[in-house]
């Protein structure tokens, strides 16, 4: 088997191992909505995808994973919020690999990646949100674009903003992070 097909297979089985965690992490926090709703557990998988397999696995994944969750363990609910997830998780994914291939390889600019890709994916959703609810015939306001995404997300931002660069960081260390060889 040739590199480029090797390194395909490889970044292939880690998406699927963060397919797996998009499904499996929400049922730490499915108990208690409120709690899975400010941590996002579905996010990190879908960014860390990014980082390691690149922004179209990263989009494929983000936008499969809530669909995906919804059919097999009804949660989220379909429509409109996995509809409006799908968007906004391929964005996050897309964004990470995208903007972390772009920028410079110094750790600081992890950081930066996740943070433009956060803002970036938010705005996806914002912008789905509010195409929804007009559909819908039901109003979508800025207070509560600002709520959903990121009021009542800000444990979750923290938390990813903490512990996806220590992940990267450590993949990077032991030489896994496959998007530095691309």
Known sequence: MNAKNKTFLIRLAAAGL?????WLLPL??????????MLNPMHFPVILCGFFSGPWFGLVLGFLAPL???????????????FAMAFELAAYGA?????????????????????????GGRLVWGLVQFLLMAAGKTEF????????????AIPGIVLQIIIIPLLVLALKKARLLLADRA
């Open 18 to 22: 963060c397919l797996a965690l998009c």
């Open 28 to 37: 730490l926090t499915g108990q208690i909505p409120e709690i899975g709703n």
């Open 68 to 82: 995906t969750r919804s059919l097999i363990f009804g949660m989220p609910v379909l429509f409109p919020t996995a």
């Open 95 to 119: 964004l990470t690999g995208l903007l972390y291939r772009l920028f410079p390889k110094k750790n600081g600019y992890l950081y930066l990646t996740q943070i433009l890709a956060m803002i």
């Open 141 to 152: 306001s800025f207070t509560a674009f600002l709520a959903g995404a990121f009021t009542n």
